[in-house]
């Protein structure tokens, strides 16, 4: 079988499949399922576009690693074949253990679970089917390898992740302001003293990295309208979750129901393998599916949650600097209660409110800090090399509070 497949990728154009490991890997079920993960969630409620998934995103990291090591070797730096090939695994499985919506999914059914540590324990389990095969990718992914650098492309302040995801959902949202030279900022990497650096001319690059990412979380990732559908979707799971507890007899698919009826600790998840195979089997359709059937649950906030995200009738949602007035959020329960024929103790599910935050840059990140090659050798953070009076700025982390309550209110 030919393994040397091309990809026409709408950002990039055509992208290799550099080697066979690589392309079973692509063929696994589990990599396979990202193909049914939207990359944003409840994004597509606001830019119709934003379908695209979590399997175009890996593909699209995975690009720009190959570009990046061809960059680096071209400037002298040894990188062998095992670490190529480890480095460009690490960064196509770096969001494996994604589920479906997944930060709602955090907050409802895998509490305290990481999708970081999920993708770990799957790369364990492919390394185990494969032979070993996955070492230096493990190794590179945790950091645990000798060269700092491989592991700083994958997650580091500039790594190759955070460069496709804003310009993929950029191109997808539509959303100009999150368009960056990705091509022009690789050519600049570097490495000094084993670290990621960027040589000074590509400053002007970095500069509006940055910018272009504070810009796509406030306009895109937490645009209120997003923010109130994955809030109704974290209180529909919540419900569901409850009443699958209590004994209820909810549709679900087999994966999802074992996630609803099962109360599973952190510990579980990691010392038992079921837990995992069916995290495995769940996608955005396991979600949905059931979301449109619940919409006929005879729990009636169950029905009236579902119903509200189908018809996209989502919450009224208030973003301020300061906190809400207590008084009128107990007005607004009051009046929700009596609109809706509630008790008070299901308000909470209608009415609530919580807290958004925002740090485009943190020049405390250590080695994840972005640092620019002066033309004397010397090494200086971004944001001290840079003649931008605002980019200080952006290591202040903005925090927003949210107030969210029925449209009918």
């Not at 979750?241 to 600790?265: M, R, W, Y």
Request: hydrophobic share 40%; net charge neutral.
């Amino acid at each position: 079988m030919n393994k040397k497949k091309i990809i026409n990728d709408p950002v990039y154009g055509f992208i290799n499949i550099p080697s066979e490991l690589i392309f079973d890997l692509i063929s696994h079920p589990f990599f396979q399922r990202l193909r049914y993960i939207k990359q944003l969630g409840m994004t597509h409620l606001v830019y119709p576009g934003a379908l695209h998934t979590r399997f175009h995103h890996a593909l699209g990291a995975m690009h720009l690693m190959c570009l990046a090591i061809d960059i680096l070797r071209s400037k002298g730096h040894e990188i062998t074949k095992d670490e190529e090939e480890g480095a460009t695994i690490a960064i196509l499985l770096h969001d494996i253990g994604h589920g479906p919506f997944s930060h709602a999914l955090e907050y409802s059914l895998v509490k305290g679970i990481q999708h970081e540590d999920i993708s770990i324990l799957m790369m364990e389990r492919l390394n185990m089917e494969f032979d070993g095969k996955l070492n230096t990718a493990i190794a590179i992914f945790k950091g645990a390898y000798p060269k700092k650098f491989l592991h700083q492309l994958i997650s580091s302040q500039l790594d190759l992740d955070r460069m496709d995801y804003l310009n993929r959902d950029s191109f997808f949202t539509g959303v100009s302001e999150g368009v960056i030279s990705f091509d022009r900022i690789i050519k600049m990497f570097n490495i000094a003293d084993d670290q990621l650096v960027i040589e000074e001319k590509g400053i002007y690059s970095i500069e509006k990295f940055l910018i272009a990412r504070r810009l796509m979380y406030w306009q895109v990732y937490l645009h209120k309208t997003v923010i109130a559908g994955e809030m109704l979707l974290v209180k529909i799971l919540k419900r569901a979750k409850e009443l699958a507890v209590k004994g209820a007899d909810l549709f679900a698919t087999p994966a999802l129901q074992h996630f609803l009826k099962n109360e599973i600790s952190q510990k579980e998840f990691f010392e038992t393998n079921v837990h995992l195979l069916q995290f495995a089997k769940l996608d955005d359709q396991d979600i949905f599916a059931s979301v449109k059937v619940w919409c006929g649950n005879q729990d009636r906030i169950l029905s009236l949650l579902c119903n509200m995200l189908v018809n996209r009738n989502l919450y009224k949602i208030e973003i301020t600097n300061d906190m809400p007035d207590p008084g009128r959020v107990s007005l607004i329960s009051e009046n929700t209660a009596f609109s809706l024929g509630i008790d008070q103790n299901e308000v909470p599910y209608f009415v609530f409110t919580d807290v958004i935050s925002n740090r485009a840059y943190n020049t405390g990140g250590g080695n994840s800090t972005i640092n620019i090659l002066m033309k004397n050798n010397t090494t200086t953070d971004i944001a001290k090399a840079s003649d931008l009076s605002n980019l200080e700025s952006l290591d202040r982390t903005v925090r927003k509070h949210i107030l969210c309550y029925p449209r009918i209110i």
